[in-house]
């Protein structure tokens, strides 16, 4: 099968490229957001093969995996065909709703051409869908083995644009934590916190785009992960964190009190007992390798790559036409 594909989220589109397909994600000079084509921080297959807005008109395509409004008109524009009319189109939902969350209508509401999967169970619950199809394809994850030894007594976080988006992801949470353990943050425009936050130097390191083998070493050296999201869509960093073998720690928001069971770390909506949790790990290395250990069984039963791939290829399957 042949798909094209918007490059948008990193992570999730390494899981998706995974499987037995041809992907083409489209390329633009200046490689924006339109135009990202092939990752360069994640390993990719050579089944991925870029492609500029030109030459998608001469392009077969199988079907459309949408996953922006407005990817919808711009797949028109640049290979003349309308998705859901004159090819097979699937629009992916990776946000939780933002507005008045339990009036929010999905940009996708009430149509019958294209349907909608949502990558937590959360999502669909929380998004006004109404008479669209919904369907819900759980995240899988490259399992990147298990690598935990928890030597540094530090904490660590992924997050990326952290000081724009504050609250949403608990920003604001950062100081409480730096009280009982030094935090170590990775991501996007991480830097920035150095600026915005009243904590001492060797309480908070940050770094910046690590490719993602880098990325998952430094993590696996930390004592413990924290999920600090209030309200976003299931973080993949914290899927990825607990394959590593990291025990972890959340705020009980989105879809993170399903994806956590209580033997793989600790789930709350107590600042405090947050608090507590991460101080308990740091001081008991021997707790934060057990429960890790466990977070990592956990993961790789519900989140393994081979069942996210199984689960899309049913779907795939049955929106495309069987041609001859």
């Known amino acids: ?60 395509f199988d079907i459309v995996l949408l996953q922006r409004p407005h990817e919808v008109e711009l797949a028109e524009r640049w290979t003349g065909r309308r998705p859901g009319r004159d090819v097979p189109a699937v629009y992916v939902e990776h946000n939780t ?49 298990h690598h935990y030894s928890g030597d540094w007594a530090r904490a660590a976080i992924v997050v990326n644009d952290p000081v724009r988006r504050w609250r949403a992801v608990g920003t604001d949470l950062l100081p409480g934590l730096a009280q009982v353990a030094a935090l170590d943050v990775f991501g996007m425009k991480v830097h920035q916190l150095n600026d915005a936050l009243d904590i001492p130097g060797d309480r908070l390191w940050t770094f910046e785009d690590l490719p993602q083998h880098q990325l998952h070493h430094e993590l696996a050296r930390r004592r413990v992960y924290i999920h600090t999201a209030r309200w976003t869509s299931l973080g993949l960093s914290l899927l990825e964190a607990m394959h590593l073998g990291m025990p972890v720690v959340a705020l009980a928001t989105t879809e993170a009190v399903a994806a956590v069971p209580p033997e793989a770390g600790v789930v709350t909506t107590r600042p405090e007992q947050l608090t507590a949790a991460v101080w308990r790990f740091i001081h008991d290395p021997s707790e934060a390798q057990a429960v890790g250990a466990k977070a990592r069984e956990a993961a790789l039963a519900r989140y393994g790559l081979g069942r996210f791939l199984a689960d899309w290829d049913a779907r795939l399957s049955a929106w495309v036409p069987v041609s001859g």
Do not use: K
Request: glycine letters at 10%; hydrophobic letters at 35%.
């Open 97 to 145: 709703p933002g507005g008045e969350v339990p009036f929010t209508r999905h940009p996708m509401a009430d149509q019958s051409e294209i349907p909608i999967v949502h990558v937590t169970h959360f999502n669909r619950l929380f998004w006004d869908c109404g008479s669209a199809t919904t369907h819900v394809i759980e995240h899988g994850i490259v399992d990147p083995g």
């Open 1 to 60: 099968m042949r798909i094209l594909l918007w490059h948008v989220h990193g992570s999730w589109t390494t899981s998706f490229v995974q499987g037995e397909h041809d992907y083409v994600v489209p390329v633009t000079p200046g490689r924006d957001s339109d135009g990202l084509g092939r990752a360069r921080t994640w390993d990719w297959p050579d089944s991925v093969v870029e492609r500029t807005p030109e030459r998608l008109r001469d392009e077969d």
